[in-house]
């Protein structure tokens, strides 16, 4: 079973940036699709980007879409999502998720009920 770890998140200021990091153990990460999902209290949850297995195609919801950037290092089992200009909107809890099957897209991006794995999640605050 894929178990996934994600980190790298804290508290930042409005402007900055964080590198968030998902580790995966127990499968080859390059088996899977991995999916970044963030909640903020109240809200619902929201794809925020995900990347496909060989890394070739990523998508990025409108609100982080030049912002954010999806990679993946399959030989070190992890996938990280660097933030720039962060926003206090962008204050939420980040997920990373895992799927065998190619769900990145823009719909898939989206679903999180289409993604099987997921890690526990690591907090964002971007606040001054």
């Known amino acids: 079973q894929l178990q996934l770890v994600e980190s790298g998140g804290g508290l930042v200021q409005p402007g900055g940036s964080l590198r968030l990091s998902c580790a995966a153990s127990?499968?080859?990460?390059?088996?899977?699709?991995i999916g970044w999902f963030r909640q903020a209290p109240g809200k619902e949850r929201e794809g925020v980007s995900c990347i496909s297995r060989s890394g070739s195609n990523t998508n990025y919801a409108d609100s982080v879409k030049g912002r954010f950037t999806i990679t993946r290092d399959n030989a070190k089992n992890t996938v990280y999502l660097q933030m720039h200009s962060l926003k206090p909107e962008d204050t939420a809890v980040y997920y990373c998720?895992?799927?065998?099957?190619?769900?990145?897209?823009?719909?898939?991006?989206?679903?999180?009920?289409?993604?099987?794995?997921w890690g526990q999640g690591t907090q964002v605050t971007v606040s001054s």
């Open positions: 998720a895992g799927d065998i099957q190619p769900v990145c897209d823009s719909s898939g991006r989206r679903l999180g009920e289409l993604w099987q794995y």
């Open positions: 127990g499968f080859p990460l390059d088996y899977y699709e």
